[in-house]
């Protein structure tokens, strides 16, 4: 079964809990707006009405600017168990969701039912990232399993109906696709540049997969690039040097790139977390903050 492989994540240290914060980019501050041991949440959108996150197999709402928010399970009676990949629909009041069948469904933002996107015949599971700004174009991480190895597809983009469906990154272990503001490149994390399994750094590429440009160049490993929505400024997460792919409960840095200066990002917050930290865009519409999860012990 899928959902044995991928099971909805928990807590897999005694004493933790889960800190949702939010960074305003202007003035610095970092305020924890939810705290909670009793649900592993993950993976921040913020859509006009507030966050939408995952925990559980299930999305929530929370408010994060409630005197007391407190999280809201937006349901969708039809998607099996969903993991930490969605992505907002530009445009509408929909989300894309992945679920741990292997498919992408997409629903209304405030739960209902859903239409499910991709082929169950591929040879593949799907796992969205990316939406264009035009909303036309998806792009996702495909997953295979031979014999029952895992086996990494690279990244493929589609028609949002999930219609011509091709690869853009053939060859290659990359993840973390996302739509530049302007719709003209891809960014992703990437190993096509690093000779060291799992050691990935930040690029961007045409919608073509040509093109491909890598922009973060230190021992780090690098991951999920997210850009507010004016496009000036993004934000991704860097993981200590010589770790593999994108683990949980690492002491990771969440780290800052102004007006396309990669080479020279600040680091924003240090904490304990990688996987769900922020794996999906996170940016309030405004552009003037972001939100991040921490998994603290103790």
Known sequence: MVSDIFPARGFALEGQRCRVHVIDVTTGA??????????????????????????????WALDPDAADPALAEVPFPTVPTLNNDHVLVPGSDDILLSANDGQIYRAPRSGGEATRLTDPADPFMHFLHGVDPDATLIAYTALAFVDGTAQHGGIRVANIDGSMDRPITPGQVADGSEWSPD???????????????GHAQIARMRVDGTELDQLTFDERVNWFPHFAPHGETAVYLSYPPGTEGYPADLEVEVRLVRGGQWRHPETVATLPGGQGTINVNSWAPDGSRFAYDEYPVG
């Open 30 to 59: 970092d305020r924890i707006v939810f705290e909670t041991d009793e649900v592993l949440l993950e993976a921040p959108n913020w859509a006009p009405e507030g966050l939408l996150l995952n925990g559980g197999g299930l999305l």
């Open 183 to 197: 719709g003209q490149w891809i960014y992703l994390n990437t190993e096509h540049f690093s000779e060291a399994p």
